[in-house]
């Protein structure tokens, strides 16, 4: 079975500073890694994710992920934050053959 | 384009009643999935459908959900006599068959339990 801990459950971040949002998981095989953001109101969309090669992928409104196998972690960045970046972000993780398992979430507040 | 729609968006009952949600998928999508979220939690996996057939359930799923996709198109999520406990943001997504991973969800059916 696969697991994902999302470290952070709130992170408050100043408009135009960069940000990080802290993702590891846990799975004896191999998988494919997502980050969705989830809008006030809204249902979830996708912003990237991670099936095979190159480890830094980018996504939707400059976010950008780093695959680490060796720590287990996908950590979703973006270097510098607007107000309308305030969000839930859920980090997934899912076997090829079958369903997403998610983590908590983290809530980022963009603060002016 | 069409995403996935949920109805009804919101439901309130009282404990005991039987509520049923439906989800229409994007037409060409032939995975449909059905997650739980509650506040502060991540979504839960609780079944999902290839075309018609319920290839997964969670064990976490009572004996009072049941979840249909008869012609492999739209999907039904039924709970009979809520509880309290069942009160929470009921989420449907799909996929293509092709497998990238990527879920299309839409904006959940809410259920609040009285």
């Known amino acids: 079975a696969q697991s994902v801990t999302q470290l952070d459950s709130q992170v408050p971040v100043f408009e135009e500073a960069p940000v990080e949002l802290r993702c590891n998981y846990s799975?004896?095989?191999?998988?494919?890694l997502f980050w969705y953001v989830q809008y006030p109101n809204q249902g979830l969309q996708l912003l990237l994710k991670?099936?095979?090669?190159?480890?830094l992928v980018k996504g939707i409104n400059g976010f950008e992920a780093e695959f680490n196998k060796s720590q287990t972690s996908f950590h979703l960045r973006k270097p510098s934050v607007h107000i309308s970046d305030t969000a839930e972000y859920f980090c997934a993780v899912s076997v090829h053959a079958g369903k997403s398992t998610f983590g908590d979430g983290t809530t980022l507040t963009v603060k002016p | 384009d069409t995403g996935v729609s949920q109805d009804p968006r919101h439901k309130i009952t009282k404990r005991g009643q039987n509520v049923t949600f439906r989800c229409d998928p994007i037409?060409?999508?032939?995975?449909l999935y059905w997650y739980r979220q509650t506040l502060g939690q991540g979504p839960e996996f609780l079944t999902y459908f290839q075309n018609e057939a319920q290839l997964e359930k969670s064990r976490l799923l009572s004996d009072r959900f049941s979840a249909e996709r008869p012609k492999g198109s739209f999907s039904t999520l039924e709970i009979q006599r809520t509880e309290q406990g069942d009160s929470a943001m009921y989420l449907c997504?799909?996929?293509?068959?092709?497998?990238?991973?990527?879920?299309?969800f839409g904006e959940g059916s809410r259920l609040t339990v009285l």
């Open positions: 037409s060409e999508h032939n995975r």
């Open positions: 799975s004896s095989v191999s998988v494919y």
């Open positions: 997504a799909s996929s293509l068959g092709t497998y990238t991973g990527e879920l299309f």
């Open positions: 991670y099936l095979s090669g190159s480890t």
